[in-house]
């Protein structure tokens, strides 16, 4: 799967998420290591603390379904540049592998890709 392909299923999911209080939606997709994809929407609550992240949701949808082994993450928003994903989805997506790729797109047509190791260098971790 090509870049711009798992950015158009980001950027498609994003039509599904559910942000009426800060009207700032996100969709993404992830990609598994055998190929599957899993997407993931933003959803508010009234009480601003139970909202979930798109990432979030995203990764609990494929682990769900048992797959735990991730490869690449793109990640669309409507605003006008790419806007990276929050800390808390930034220490799950480390849960789930160290060298996942994270591509970020805006409303325009710039993509930043980056890894999830260069975007959270220091994580929080029991187990090394």
């Not at 609550?45 to 609990?60: D, F, M, P, W």
């Not at 789930?96 to 994580?123: M, N, R, Y």
Request: glycine fraction near 8%; charge should be negative.
């Amino acid at each position: 799967m090509t870049d711009a392909e798992l950015i158009g299923i980001a950027r498609e999911a994003r039509e599904n998420a559910y942000a009426p209080y800060s009207d700032f939606k996100v969709g993404v997709a992830l990609l598994a290591a055998d190929g599957r994809v899993f997407t993931g929407v933003n959803v508010e609550n009234a009480s601003i603390g139970l909202s979930v992240c798109a990432e979030r949701n995203a990764i609990a949808k494929a682990v769900s379904e048992g797959v735990r082994d991730f490869t690449k993450l793109a990640v669309a928003t409507g605003s006008p540049e790419p806007t990276m994903p929050c800390g808390v989805c930034r220490q799950v997506i480390w849960e789930f592998g160290h060298d996942i790729e994270i591509l970020v797109a805006g409303s325009g047509d710039e993509i930043v890709s980056t890894t999830i190791a260069d975007l959270f260098p220091q994580p929080f971790t029991t187990f090394e």
